[in-house]
């Protein structure tokens, strides 16, 4: 039987990728690499000090090391579509349900390794404000290191990060995203704070910040993995009437309409440049103002990158999901470790 062309035909009984199936998949992976690409340029811009896409288009005048470098960056997003293309013709032989669970597991390592940095971050500067508070790191490491600990920068460069490329590790090899665990930690650490402070009159700035820190994560990293699950809240007067198909044109166009947008906005209005919303807190390792506390509010900051990141990663496995539906596959709900 020919294969026809039309979106709402199912897909035939051969492996051979059509040409809706061919688009429909690009699109979707387009959308990641493309976001892949502008969160990788955003940091050789503003801290590797590369020119840019915008401005090598723009005719701008180069300064800096790596001045001739623009056109690399100019290319990487041309690439987008193709590098998305050469992908899907790699794993043709995949259902739309096979590549969305895929996509969402790149959502659901990229969440384990943002819960296992603000767990073991948490932690370890909560440590550390403590013992210097206290006077506890000079016996231990000496005055000079206590000195640079005090400073952003250098707790920033010489203990947030270590741990950050530990969690990543950590979020490879392990099953799970625990962020069960990281709610349990959240009302452990607040019930600690009534009890040192109603029972031992003991009261820091760290400790508030560990439960705004944890908090945050918690609110905003589980975002993605409660959209794979359909645990969001749906007002649903109309949508459950629906038949499958229906639903996923419903799906298709909020998500094309609503949710990348949301998330596109966030991401360009906050890196656009040095003085952005994001780029500012984290080039300048911004930090509260109470002295003692943790210093992560500029980690707080990029919540708000990961958060559209991971939203963007889960978008994308969503129109797999919904393409294969009108190409007349059956769309499965199921958690990815």
Known sequence: MQHSSSLLTPLSSSNRLHKPDLLLRSVAFTVVYATVIFLLNNFLNFWALWPGALNTLGGLPPAGPYAGFGWLQVLSYVSAP??????????????????????????????????????????????????????????????????????????????????????????????????????LLVVVAEFLIVITRFVFSYEQAFMGDLVRFWYAALFLFASANTLLLEGHIRVDVAYTHFKARTQSWVNIFGVCLLGLPLCFTILTLGMWDRTSSINSPLLSVEVSQSGYGMYVKYLMVGFLAIFAFSMVIQFSSYLLKHFGVLRGETATTTANP
């Open 82 to 183: 193709m590098l998305a293309v050469l992908h899907v013709y790699r794993l043709q032989s995949e259902s739309y349900q096979d590549l969305s669970s895929r996509v969402s597991n790149w959502a659901a390592t990229t969440i384990k390794a943002a819960f296992w940095m603000v767990l073991l971050v948490g932690m370890v500067d909560m440590l550390v404000s403590f013992m210097r508070i206290e006077s506890l790191l000079a016996p231990i490491f000496g005055d000079s290191i206590t000195s640079q600990l005090g400073k952003p920068q250098f707790r920033g460069a010489y203990v947030h990060l270590p741990l950050m490329l530990l969690s990543c590790f950590i979020a490879i090899r392990s099953k799970g995203l625990g962020f069960i665990w990281l709610a």
